[in-house]
């Protein structure tokens, strides 16, 4: 899951006004009244419609699928509204929208049929990637319910939340609950994270070698079976797995076959990992173009760490690139949130190297960073207050 927060317009904003009613609205029973008032039987006549619009989009035509499901929506079909709703969350033959995404999805999930959980479990995704008070405790309870309508994927983000204390008070034994619940359930991705939790131990976990080795193989084996499905996130998890040698052998060139993968398949993270161990592995300039094309790449589309490690090429003049273009790198992935961006403009800041010397911009990009938990930014932060305590010595004797 991305650390990064998004702006939801209207659901940012209700974070903090909606929190009571959103759970008691979705962990209490509704009023007899109301329960009826939203009955929505699964119609069988209509599954056929849905299905149409269904196939419509898996060829590509967004438009004719869309006009269906909204029709099919505005007529009070809750799987329309849901896939409907994902139509808005992906830009599916639509302009993105969140905040419409939202709509339907809440009006999809007062109904009981067969992709409520899911439907749940979307919200759920939603308010946890807001901006706004409360926020993540909203989409805890939405993963609650979600569980509750038996979608198991829940236990994925709820193990994150109660392992790092998001919206929930902090437990090391709930975390674990729900890591070996989606392990059992097969998500690998989440697998992995609990392997190595296991692997390394800390935060009140003691290390179990042969339950992370264990779960560790099952999850190679599942994301192997997912890359090979088209699934670009496994491809990068399993790059990782293969190029660090964890709960597999190291190796280098299934560690680039599978980054190649994921690049191939869209996903900007596996950009990012190939051409990094290109340029890592290989000889000074043996496929150092075809490195720094997959970077561009991945920065173009908004990786954050792409942005900062091309940026960081080009400040060392490295493969004959100029270094003029860092900062308008760095700027970008400070615009993207990414600490080590943040650390790199502030010491060309500090330094009035490429750009006019500015020590107060410098110093608050380095405490942004350092509060991300950078440890460059840290360091470069502890760097500017020893000066400006020094600074401050010295003008107290003048």
Same mark, same amino acid.
């Given at each position: 899951? *991305? +650390?990064?927060?998004?702006? /939801?317009?209207?659901?940012?904003?209700?974070?903090?006004?909606? /929190?009571?009613?959103? %759970?008691?609205?979705? !962990?209490?029973?509704?009023?007899?009244?109301?329960?009826?008032?939203?009955?929505?039987?699964?119609?069988?006549?209509?599954?056929?419609?849905? *299905?149409?619009?269904?196939?419509?989009?898996?060829?590509?035509?967004?438009?004719?699928?869309?006009? $269906?499901?909204?029709?099919?929506?505005?007529?009070?079909?809750?799987?329309?509204?849901?896939? %409907?709703?994902?139509?808005?969350?992906?830009?599916?033959?639509?302009?993105?929208?969140?905040?419409?995404?939202?709509?339907?999805?809440?009006? $999809?999930?007062?109904?009981?049929?067969?992709?409520?959980?899911?439907?749940?479990?979307?919200?759920?995704?939603?308010?946890?990637? $807001?901006?706004?008070?409360?926020?993540?405790?909203?989409?805890?309870?939405?993963?609650?319910?979600?569980?509750?309508?038996?979608?198991?994927?829940?236990?994925?983000? %709820?193990?994150?939340?109660?392992?790092?204390?998001?919206?929930?008070?902090?437990?090391?034994? #709930?975390?674990?609950?729900?890591?070996?619940?989606?392990?059992?359930?097969?998500?690998?991705?989440? &697998?992995?994270?609990?392997?190595?939790?296991?692997?390394?131990?800390?935060?009140?976990?003691?290390? @179990?070698?042969?339950?992370?080795?264990?779960?560790?193989?099952?999850?190679?084996?599942?994301?192997?079976?997912?890359?090979?499905?088209? *699934?670009?996130?496994?491809?990068?998890?399993?790059?990782?797995?293969?190029?660090?040698?964890?709960? !597999?052998?190291? @190796?280098?060139?299934?560690?680039? #076959?599978?980054?190649?993968?994921? +690049?191939?398949?869209?996903?900007?993270?596996?950009?990012?990992?190939?051409?990094? =161990?290109?340029?890592?592995?290989?000889?000074?300039?043996?496929?150092?173009?075809?490195? =720094?094309?997959?970077?561009?790449?991945?920065?173009?589309?908004?990786?954050?760490?792409?942005? &900062?490690? /091309?940026?960081?090429?080009?400040?060392? #003049?490295?493969?004959?690139?100029?270094?003029?273009?860092?900062?308008?790198?760095?700027?970008?992935?400070?615009?993207?949130?990414?600490?080590?961006?943040?650390?790199?403009?502030? #010491?060309?800041?500090?330094?009035?190297?490429?750009?006019?010397?500015?020590?107060?911009?410098?110093?608050?990009?380095?405490?942004?960073?350092?509060?991300?938990?950078?440890?460059?930014?840290?360091?470069?932060?502890?760097?500017?207050?020893?000066?400006?305590?020094?600074?401050?010595?010295?003008?107290?004797?003048?």
């Amino acid at each position: 899951m *991305s +650390s990064r927060k998004v702006q /939801l317009g209207v659901a940012a904003a209700l974070c903090t006004t909606v /929190l009571g009613f959103s %759970l008691a609205y979705i !962990v209490g029973e509704q009023a007899q009244s109301a329960q009826a008032a939203l009955v929505a039987a699964n119609n069988p006549a209509l599954e056929g419609l849905i *299905s149409d619009a269904r196939e419509l989009q898996k060829v590509g035509k967004w438009s004719e699928a869309n006009r $269906a499901l909204t029709s099919l929506a505005s007529d009070g079909h809750p799987a329309a509204m849901y896939h %409907l709703a994902r139509s808005y969350k992906y830009g599916w033959g639509v302009d993105p929208n969140l905040e419409t995404t939202r709509k339907w999805l809440m009006q $999809a999930v007062r109904y009981d049929f067969a992709y409520r959980g899911e439907t749940a479990y979307e919200i759920g995704r939603l308010y946890q990637k $807001a901006e706004g008070e409360n926020c993540d405790a909203i989409a805890v309870a939405w993963f609650n319910k979600a569980l509750s309508w038996g979608f198991e994927k829940a236990h994925v983000q %709820l193990a994150h939340h109660f392992r790092y204390g998001s919206g929930v008070k902090p437990s090391t034994k #709930r975390a674990l609950y729900h890591y070996e619940k989606a392990a059992i359930a097969g998500y690998p991705t989440s &697998t992995i994270q609990y392997a190595q939790w296991l692997l390394r131990g800390g935060t009140g976990v003691l290390v @179990d070698d042969e339950k992370a080795q264990y779960w560790g193989r099952q999850a190679a084996i599942g994301l192997t079976k997912k890359a090979n499905g088209g *699934s670009s996130s496994a491809a990068k998890t399993l790059g990782r797995l293969y190029r660090d040698g964890v709960f !597999v052998r190291r @190796d280098f060139a299934e560690a680039e #076959r599978w980054f190649r993968r994921s +690049s191939r398949l869209g996903d900007s993270g596996g950009m990012h990992e190939l051409a990094v =161990l290109m340029l890592r592995e290989r000889d000074e300039n043996a496929g150092a173009d075809e490195a =720094l094309g997959w970077l561009r790449m991945a920065a173009e589309l908004g990786h954050g760490g792409a942005v &900062t490690g /091309l940026g960081r090429l080009h400040l060392k #003049r490295a493969h004959g690139l100029s270094d003029v273009e860092a900062v308008g790198l760095f700027e970008k992935g400070v615009a993207l949130r990414h600490p080590g961006s943040m650390e790199e403009l502030a #010491r060309l800041l500090a330094e009035g190297r490429l750009v006019t010397k500015d020590p107060t911009r410098a110093y608050e990009l380095a405490q942004e960073g350092a509060k991300l938990g950078h440890k460059g930014a840290k360091a470069l932060l502890s760097e500017l207050e020893t000066k400006i305590q020094s600074s401050s010595a010295q003008f107290s004797k003048s």
